[in-house]
């Protein structure tokens, strides 16, 4: 096949997946405690998008509006933000690392942000601001110490010591494991807002977080897109990348930096949500997407279907009662995880 034609290819089926994640938006923004039809969710949000208004929604209640574009949308827009960035990540992560199972949070920024909010939970420290909770802000701030501390812990030249960075980030995320097992231990009284913290969820979802993270998610998404040309040249050896031109610490160092600012965000925005950025990009390298500039843009897309699917089983699954989508994205993620850990050996034999 012509390289034109792969690349026309490889467009069209990026649109059509585009396609799809809005479609399944939609549909999910049409399932609650108060249910409307796909096509009235669908002609809602064609009117707020283009101003038509539909004659066979005129009369919808003003009430269902309310709830589709104040509470469903936010939340639906958060959970794919957060699914994209954590996937986008981890096919990162994976790749500058050369292990497979290296994810978002396994450099302990996660559990730096999960300490900084505890922080906040405890303390009542007056930190909202740019949208955020003084909660998630301190979420926020705590993921971007960790990045200093592991800067600062990590040795600085990463060719063939790639092991020693993640060693540092897993002596990280055990330091702050224990912090925040101390403060739970000595605030009792806070015990159940940090661990439902921890386990992740979109019910605090609301326009100003949405707008938080898209302005670090896009710029963020186009700069790790930008250096995907790079990232594949290093996956071929770091002697290899330095005879072509790669520069491969200094790289490696600011794929971290970038991506890690984006794990930051996304847990002050939902808490800690795992094994989306494990199990995304495994399952599309098994379906033979090894090149970062697909893999990248595939692992956003697909990170955010799978979110949002996982955090709309979680307010849908046992109502009233709403399931931390952390524990969602477990209950899914472990045996998808596992299968797909199956389906890579058997290949490879």
């Known amino acids: 096949m012509p390289k034109s034609a792969q690349k026309k290819a490889v467009y069209t089926v990026f649109l059509l997946a585009a396609l799809g994640l809005l479609l399944l938006m939609i549909l999910f923004a049409s399932l609650g405690s108060s249910e409307i039809s796909f096509r009235e969710s669908f002609l809602l949000f064609i009117r707020k998008i283009t101003g038509y208004q539909s004659a066979s929604i005129r009369d919808l209640d003003a009430v269902y509006e309310t709830i589709v574009f104040k509470v469903r949308w936010p939340r639906i827009l958060l959970s794919a933000l957060v699914g994209a960035a954590l996937a986008q990540v981890g096919a990162a992560y994976q790749s500058i690392f050369m292990n497979s199972l290296a994810d978002p949070h396994i450099l302990g920024i996660s559990s730096g942000a999960a ?20 909660v998630g802000m301190g979420g926020f701030i705590g993921g971007l110490i960790a990045i200093l501390l592991l800067y600062l812990l990590s040795p600085k030249k990463m060719q063939s010591e790639t092991s020693r960075i993640l060693l540092a980030g897993i002596a990280l995320a055990s330091l702050f494991s224990a912090l925040m097992s101390l403060l739970m231990l000595f605030n009792r009284e806070k015990l159940a ?114 979110a949002i699917c996982c955090d709309s089983f979680a307010r849908l699954a046992i109502p009233p009662t709403e399931i931390p989508v952390g524990v969602v994205t477990a209950f899914f993620g472990v045996p998808l995880f596992l299968s797909l850990l199956y389906r890579s050996g058997q290949e490879k034999i």
């Open 115 to 134: 300490f900084g909010a505890s922080l906040v939970l405890v303390f009542g420290v007056p930190l909202a601001g740019f949208g955020l909770t003084a």
């Open 193 to 306: 807002s940090i661990y439902y913290w921890t386990m992740g969820s979109f019910s605090t979802a609301s326009w100003d977080k949405v707008i938080f993270l898209a302005t670090i998610f896009f710029p963020i998404s186009l700069l790790l897109l930008f250096h995907a040309p790079e990232l594949n040249i290093i996956l071929s050896g770091d002697e290899e990348a330095e005879s072509l031109g790669v520069n491969s610490n200094k790289l490696r160092w600011r794929i971290i930096f970038f991506a890690t600012i984006l794990v930051a965000a996304s847990v002050s925005v939902s808490g800690v949500v795992g094994f989306i950025g494990l199990i995304v990009p495994h399952a599309l390298r098994l379906l033979k997407i090894h090149d970062l500039r697909l893999l990248l843009p595939a692992s956003g897309i697909l990170g955010a279907a799978f």
